[in-house]
């Protein structure tokens, strides 16, 4: 992942030809839109967007149709790119949701919605599962198929790429899962998996046209909007999809643009220069709320905060040290300090109040007197290490200086280094040996998945033990879910105990929108289907 650097700018600095912020003075399209209906567990009818509500952000009334919708979001450069199956950071994703779909999305709960999907049944050994596809066309008008579905998901499992959802597309036999006619996937899986709907709406589990290459000229999807243009780290622009399958967005037309401080997204926002800003500050959150300016809206609980270490290289391949570091940590205080209280506190594990999160372990709490003897057993006293971080993340580099004076009260020396905003995430994926580290929401089998099996794409703790890759395909394979949650909790003591990352908290996301936008969703945590939604926004 990358990100690219900006210069801060004030209010009266970004004037609407600003060449940082293109395409500002491009006029807009028009627009409708269709809500989602319900669905069954197995079984599904129709599709599950929630749709916005009453209580959206800036107020409900009746959509409107028609004009133009300029979102800021941190970029990632001149290497940026329009392949879905490349998604990696937020901005990534948003154009993508807008250009492609899923065969499922998750909700607000972290449950699996239908999208191009409206049905999903298992065998009775869990271990084939019939997919049904919807009526639904790309933007060349060619149908989405079940061979469309195929060649994305074996596009995306190529042994030589290295895209997100490969990990979490694992379990499928793509070698012997087929479609019997077009609108019928039969997917045969490795092992018997309970959880199936989840591998349908992981992250970055695109669906793509078959034999479609060129992502960056002229992508083609079946996404609410259609493409216009695309220049790398600066800008991307979107026209409806009269057609598309959910109802035409309300918005005529839908432009990214690339601001990496958050400063510039903030002043262009005041300014007029955009109406949606991604990823706000909580001091920045503060000191508009109510003043009619910015809309403020928090979305809770949506943001992993952690440290990462590597369990695989000294000093944090030995467990004392890595108990060490837990103890070390006053979560308290990082979320006060680092986040601006504007969270909640982590117990070490990731998705607290999701599905299968093992809340009956106690809480951990600063103990630096059990941290120093753990480090003196190991070895380790006067320990010096090097925390990479980088503000290419809110409360990144304030976390990681409270942290570092946390250390020292118990002998360890923590040197910050702060690395570049357009390598970041690259760079501390193999490098290093401690790092900060932010996830947004997913459930708990696709975070293990994607980052603590041997083989996942992005285990930035070097966490790999294959006892542990073999609990996680048995919790896979377990249809009782009491059972199945027994199995997680057991992985999850073991992490707790010993695991790489040590999750000190659990951010707000948090959006500014103009007074006039309409229609953004409030309880949509980040990586969900309604987070950066903009087929069911509209300008009032």
């Known amino acids: 992942m990358n990100e690219a650097a900006m210069n801060e700018a004030s209010v009266n600095e970004v004037p609407v030809n600003d060449p940082r912020f293109p395409g500002l003075r491009r006029r807009g399209f028009l627009a409708a839109a269709a809500a989602g209906v319900g669905f069954g567990a197995l079984a599904l009818a129709g599709c599950a967007g929630t749709g916005p509500t009453a209580d959206n952000a800036g107020g409900g009334g009746k959509p409107r149709r028609g004009g133009r919708l300029r ?177 035409a967005p309300y918005l005529d037309e839908l432009e990214f643009v690339v601001a990496n401080e958050e400063s510039a997204r903030v002043n262009a926002l005041l300014g007029g220069q955009i109406e949606y800003a991604h990823e706000l500050n909580p001091a920045t959150a503060r000191a508009h709320e109510g003043k009619g300016q910015i809309e403020i809206i928090r979305l809770r609980n949506s943001a992993m905060q952690s440290f990462a270490m590597k369990t695989d290289r000294p000093p944090f391949d030995d467990r004392r040290v890595r108990e060490a570091f837990f103890l070390i940590a006053d979560r308290g205080e990082l979320v006060d300090g680092a986040l601006s209280g504007a969270g909640e ?44 971080t980088s503000p290419v993340a809110a409360g990144f580099t304030e976390a990681a200086t409270i942290f570092r004076d946390q250390a020292a009260r118990a002998g360890v020396t923590i040197n910050v280094r702060t690395g570049s905003k357009d390598s970041y995430w690259k760079d501390i994926l193999d490098s290093g040996t401690i790092c900060s580290y932010r996830s947004g929401a997913m459930p708990i089998e ?58 000190w908290g659990f951010a707000d996301w948090i959006l500014g929108t103009a007074p006039g936008v309409r229609g953004v969703e409030t309880k949509a945590p980040a990586n969900s289907l309604d987070w950066a939604r903009f087929d069911k926004v509209w300008l009032a």
């Open 71 to 247: 979102a800021a979001f941190a970029g990632g450069g001149a290497s940026e790119t329009l392949d879905p199956h490349l998604a990696n950071l937020f901005a990534d994703v948003a154009r993508a949701k807008a250009l492609f779909d899923k065969l499922a999305d998750y909700g607000p709960d972290l449950s699996a919605l239908p999208r191009l999907a409206t049905a999903w049944e298992p065998n009775a050994g869990l271990d084939r599962w019939k997919v049904t596809l919807r009526e639904a066309r790309f933007h060349d008008g060619r149908p989405v198929t079940a061979q469309d579905v195929l060649h994305s998901y074996r596009r995306i499992t190529d042994p030589k790429k290295a895209f997100r959802a490969k990990a979490s597309l694992e379990p499928i036999d793509l070698e012997t899962s087929r479609a019997p006619d077009d609108r019928t996937v039969e997917f045969v899986l490795k092992r018997p998996t309970a959880e199936f709907p989840n591998v349908l709406a992981a992250f970055g589990a695109y669906i793509v046209p078959e034999g479609e290459q060129d992502f960056d000229r002229s992508p083609v999807g079946s996404g609410p909007f259609r493409f216009v243009s695309f220049a790398p780290g600066k800008s991307a622009a979107y026209k409806r999809n009269e057609d598309h399958w959910d109802g």
């Open 345 to 388: 506190v982590g117990n070490d594990l990731f998705g607290k109040g999701y599905e299968y999160y093992a809340a009956s372990l106690p809480q951990r709490e600063q103990d630096l007197d059990r941290a120093k003897a753990l480090l003196k057993d190991a070895g380790a006293e006067g320990l010096e290490v090097t925390l990479d």
């Open 446 to 503: 696709a975070h293990i998945s994607q980052r603590l099996l041997t083989g996942s794409t992005t285990n930035a703790t070097g966490w790999h033990h294959k006892d542990f890759d073999a609990l996680y395909q048995q919790a896979q394979s377990t249809r009782d879910k009491t059972a199945r949650t027994a199995v997680y909790e057991r992985m999850q003591r073991r992490l707790h105990s010993e695991g790489g990352f040590l999750i």
